[in-house]
């Protein structure tokens, strides 16, 4: 898109893929799977990196400065979800998306 | 994403994609440009469609079925944001995406 | 707000409490009771309507004509919600923002 | 709502106020008054307002820990907003929730 650096638009897309993924994730395969995949702090950890990863890419989109410091709360809100992720042992796609999506974030705000 | 047909993941993906479009080149290309960009009815034909876009996605992750009523409020919005957009002159991209994304909203509620 | 009818405001707030509302109440009262309140038809109603109240709001504030289709979406949400809350029995906060919210955005789209 | 403190309670209920203000101020009022009403960095602080705003109050309704740093940027975004609509001259009301979603803000995040 006109007006925005390389490097901000592939955060952008990092930030919607991500939301994407977090979202579908814990809507379809956490909810179907049940058990630690719907307990509170887990399911808290997706809702929370999907809403945060939309709200990151909407300031991107928009040029607001105000998105460096949402990108510094995207990547540290993917690195927790990340986590989250790993330790139930069968989200690997999307503790990938939320790796690569902190990553894209760490690098916008430096 | 599990559990979504490839026809919904592509419709996920304009959603998100005219979303981004029509975001983007409100708050910065016609925001720039200023005169008739920022008329409150063109203006407001690409605020309705970048939230309506935004939403139809959401419903379809999330897998509501409810996502068939707004992907169909969400082709109409698309088209009248490319007409107005096109009549303009300089907005392809947007037109593009919208069109696209309208299409593509048809043929989930078919 | 300006511009905006006694009757449209009341129904912006209406969306806006129920959004808060069943956003809230999924995210605390039904992750932590579990069970059948994370049952993924449930929980999905839930996401669904607080979604479609949030953005049937913002096509209110935004003025935007396109609010009569969410309005009727969101009315047949709010009324699919309040009974899945209902059958649960200890929801009735929720029931009560639902339909209450359903009311207001029928007499909307009349 | 259940599991939530009153301070935080209000400082959601101010946050979607603000947002709502912010959102139906920049749609109706700066729109149709247009000049500098529709500058764009005028009209982004606005936006980008908004949106922090919607999500702070996301934040708090789903208990995510992560509303601290969302509320610390939604106060210093209000603030940057009131002071952009007070030069206006005819935004008072937009001023007024500003500031007073910038103050429950920053309680929150003492």
Same mark, same amino acid.
């Given at each position: ?38 307990? +509170?702090? #887990?399911?808290?950890?997706? =809702? /929370? %990196? !999907?809403?945060? $990863?939309?709200?990151? *890419? ?6 607001? +400065?105000? #998105?460096?410091?949402?990108? =510094? /709360? %995207? !990547?540290?809100? $993917?690195?927790?979800? *990340? ?13 990938? =998306? ?13």
């Amino acid at each position: 898109m006109e007006n925005v650096s390389s490097e901000m638009n592939e955060c952008i897309e990092e930030c919607l893929r991500c939301y994407a993924m977090c979202t579908a994730a814990a809507m379809n395969h956490c909810l179907e799977r049940g058990g630690e995949h719907v307990e +509170p702090e #887990h399911f808290r950890l997706m =809702a /929370a %990196c !999907a809403e945060i $990863c939309r709200t990151a *890419a909407h300031l991107m989109l928009i040029s607001s +400065p105000l #998105h460096k410091e949402i990108c =510094a /709360a %995207c !990547a540290s809100s $993917c690195q927790n979800c *990340a986590e989250s992720c790993e330790a139930l042992g069968d989200m690997e796609e999307c503790v990938a =998306a939320c790796r690569s999506c902190a990553e894209s974030c760490e690098r916008i705000t430096e």
